[in-house]
């Protein structure tokens, strides 16, 4: 469905980072922490994707996030390109590891 790539023509001169979290929420990837992922994303000039089983979304895009379906267990991986890439990737996987600030 959401199936977003890279433009081909993309300057080759730019940072890229990889990383990969595991989604701790015991509701996955549901509105609230795909909420605060995408405002997260949205802070950074880089290009962000995730990547989860054959899907690739973009990281600032609710609903691209909300079509993945993640279930907690979930090993999603993060790609970013662009100036920020290292921190945008540093910052997403932060805040996976704190559960993206939700307690239930």
Known sequence: MF????????????NTCVATFV???E???HTRPSTELVKCA???HSHIQLHFRE???NAKSLLGI????????????VEACGEDASLAVDA???LAKNKFFINY
């Open 27 to 29: 509701k996955g990837l």
């Open 66 to 77: 909300l079509m993945l379906a993640a279930a907690k267990g979930s090993k999603i991986r």
């Open 23 to 25: 989604v701790l929420n």
């Open 3 to 14: 199936n977003f790539r890279k433009n081909q023509n993309q300057n080759q001169t730019q």
């Open 55 to 57: 899907y690739t979304v």
């Open 92 to 94: 997403i996987v932060k």
């Open 42 to 44: 949205s802070s950074f």
